[in-house]
Structure formats: C-alpha cells, structure tokens
C-alpha cells in the first residue's frame, strides 16, 4: 500500500498532566483517526505526581481540511499549534444565530486569544459560542438564544485554548469512585465523602445545589431533606412542579399522588389531592405566600422558605396547574438557572433524570457533580452528553439520604 503525501505540517503543544490524564493519547489519536501522521519532537514527563509535562510535536497531513481537522479536535484537550494568532471574530447576522462555523464551547476552562494576549472566557458552559465584548475585551459563553445582531462571535478555533480538567487530585473526596457506572460501588464510603463534602462547603463558605425530583417525596424521603436545609447544607434547589406540588400535598393531606406516605394506602379521592394542593397556592399567590398565610406548615418547600434558600422550579408540558411559582417558559428557565449556578461549588443530583441532564449542561467542568439514582442511565447519560466530572452512585433515594443524614450528624457530633 503506497502512504498517502504528507505535503503539510504544523507543530503543536501541550502540557500538564498529559500522561496520568491520558490527555497525551487522546490528542495523538485524534491525528491519526483523522488520516494524519505526527513526530514527538519533544517531550519531557514528569518525575513526580505534581510536576506537569510537555511534548512539542509535528503533525502532518495532506490536504488543509484534514489539517484543519486535526487541529480543530486537538484544541478540546489543550494542544495548540506553536504560531499562535489572534482568535477570529465574526458579527452575527441573525439574531438567536451564530455565524457559520462559530466555535462551540466545552464546559472546560478556556481562553482565547485578543490582540495578542490571552483571554479567560467567563460564564464557561458547554454547547455555547462565546461572544467578545468590544470595548472590554472581555469573553464569555453565550447561548445561542441569547445572540443579539452584531455581537463579534469567536469562529474556528484558532486562537481558542481549553485546559482540560485533569485527573483526580489525591485529595479529591471521589477519585475512589470514577469507575464504570455500577450498583456494586461501596455505597457507604460514598455516603461518608458525600457527608464530608456537604460539611466542607458549609464551612468554606460555599454553595451546595440540589437537583431533585419528585421520588424523594413518594418514597418518604422528604423529611431527610428537611433536615439538611435546616442544618445550612443545602443553599439552593433545581426542581421542576412535580417535586414542590407532592411535597406540599404531603404537609396539606398526608399523601403523595394519593398516597399516604406514613402506611402506603389510597386515601379517598386522593387522586384530587395534588390538584387541590395546587389551587390552594394559587389563591395564595406563591409558595411563600402559603407558607405566610400558615397554608403550608411543613415539608421541603416550607423549610426552604423559612431557612432562605432560594429555589427555581422549571415546568414541563404535562404539569398539571402549574404551581405559581413555576417558570413555564423552558429558555426563561435556562436564563434562571444559568444565573443561579454561578457560585455554586457542589452538585446533588437525587433521583431526576430531566433536571440532572438539564443541569449538567450548564455547570463547567471545575463542579464537583454527584448523581444518585435508582436507574443508571441516568448517570451515563450525563456522562454522554459532557458532564464527565459526574460521579454516580445507584441505588434507592430514601436508604441513601437516611444514611447521608445520619452520616452528617455523626460527623458533626464529633467535630470538636
């Protein structure tokens, strides 16, 4: 078989943890998968676990569309070629629409180039552009959306670099679990560093987010919820009618779709109760209005209003009433959620596919995530789609916030 030419080269770079993270591999096979060859001019590894390493090396190819290929993949795991230039910039024509060939944002850090410095991109979140300010200079994300006439769109990737996130720091609370999604994975251990993540947030000042859905109210799980928020471990919560409209039927009748939680039989007519609960809120005007007028005395809804955690609750076209509360408007919703996750530190997703998903889209890479479920793929979807810093333990919603309560409290029992 006679090789192709190779009539093109260009050299690139990349440094870091490019061996441990196996970030090395993967840009080396992104030349080749694309009919392209390349020579390590360069390398230099690591003696130790902290010291970064560098490799220089010579991709070569034989058309400018496989070079620009290669190039293109290369740049999503931090290789860029060594005669940098300026990022390339093209006004939107349409509005709601990015040029031709715009470059599509990853949820890792990134910075792009601007009169010959480089740029830290802002409000980092995958599947986005990233617009220029002109008169700052500044960077960020931007859904598509939200593209106005005129904005300077970063096109291509040249002058575009993505620091990928690197392999778990020994002091990383998951490292131990980045395994396959598995039901065999020692669900006490992850209690215990989900329990020491919670803690150490709170202490440090920072943000826990909780994405739920309504299966923590049907199982009975509802009370362990409570008991976090009125400990300060939750400080903010993603959730859609579902979860608030049983919670609060729960405090106004007892059940959960009818059902009472406290024996598990049918009430009459209990399949009126969520209904009711709904109307009953609605003449009040909000949630925190019910909780006010002592419509709502009690359940996850009521402590947040009472503790000050904020909460966005994003409807879906099968809600029945909605709640008033509720954002109905799917890109409204995205724009709050958006906004809300910025100084958030730490994700818990319980037991809600949609939401999980939804959410996992927005927050950057640096977040720490943890998905509990009861089905699997629901972590493995949030892995498929991006959100590969998620960590997922299956099993049942209720036993596992029972234990992560219990854990909590035995931690700060002992705590001096």
């Not at 620009?68 to 290369?74: A, C």
């Not at 802002?122 to 552009?129: A, H, I, K």
């Not at 005007?285 to 009472?306: D, F």
């Not at 959620?337 to 959410?359: G, K, P, Q, W, Y």
Request: net charge negative; with cysteine; proline share 5%.
């Amino acid at each position: 078989m006679i090789p192709l030419p190779r009539s093109l080269s260009e050299e690139i770079e990349v440094s870091g943890h490019i061996i441990d993270s196996l970030i090395l591999p993967k840009v080396l096979d992104c030349i080749t998968s694309n009919n392209g060859t390349f020579h390590i001019k360069q390398i230099a590894v690591g003696q130790s676990r902290h010291d970064p390493s560098f490799a220089l090396i010579e991709v070569q190819a034989s058309t400018q569309p496989t070079m620009d290929t290669i190039l293109n993949q290369v740049a999503d795991h931090g290789a860029q070629p060594t005669s940098a230039s300026d990022c390339r910039q093209v006004k939107a024509d349409i509005e709601g629409t990015f040029p031709e060939g715009f470059y599509a944002s990853t949820n890792q850090r990134t910075q792009i180039r601007v009169a010959g410095d480089w740029v830290e991109v802002d409000n980092q979140e995958m599947d986005c552009g990233i617009v220029v300010e002109p008169a700052t200079c500044k960077a960020r994300c931007i859904p598509m959306t939200e593209v106005r006439q005129d904005m300077p769109i970063v096109v291509g990737h040249s002058g575009v670099r993505v620091f990928p996130l690197e392999r778990h720091d020994s002091g990383n609370e998951f490292g131990f679990m980045s395994s396959t999604v598995s039901t065999e994975k020692p669900k006490g251990a992850m209690v215990r560093a989900i329990a020491r993540q919670l803690m150490e947030v709170k202490q440090t000042g920072g943000k826990t987010l909780l994405v739920g859905g309504p299966a923590i109210v049907h199982t009975g799980s509802g009370p362990f919820v409570c008991e976090l928020v009125r400990q300060g471990y939750i400080h903010k919560l993603f959730a859609g009618n579902a979860l608030a409209t049983h919670d609060l039927e729960q405090s106004m009748f007892g059940t959960s779709l009818g059902v009472h939680l406290k024996d598990a039989h049918t009430a009459q007519a209990g399949h009126e109760h969520h209904l009711r609960a709904i109307n009953r809120v609605r003449r009040c005007g909000s949630i925190k209005a019910a909780v006010q007028q002592e419509v709502i005395r009690s359940g996850i809804m009521y402590e947040c209003v009472k503790h000050d955690v904020d909460f966005w609750l994003a409807g879906s076209i099968r809600d029945d009433g909605p709640l008033p509360d509720v954002t109905t408007d799917a890109i409204q919703a995205q724009r709050q959620m958006r906004e809300a996750i910025r100084d958030v530190t730490f994700c818990l997703m319980v037991a809600t596919m949609l939401h999980s998903v939804a959410v996992g889209n927005l927050l950057p890479a640096w977040v720490t995530v943890v998905c509990i479920d009861i089905n699997p793929s629901t972590v493995i979807k949030l892995g498929d789609r991006g959100s590969f810093q998620t960590t997922g333990l299956v099993t049942d919603v209720e036993p596992f916030l029972r234990a992560l309560v219990q854990e909590v409290n035995s931690k700060s029992e002992n705590q001096p």
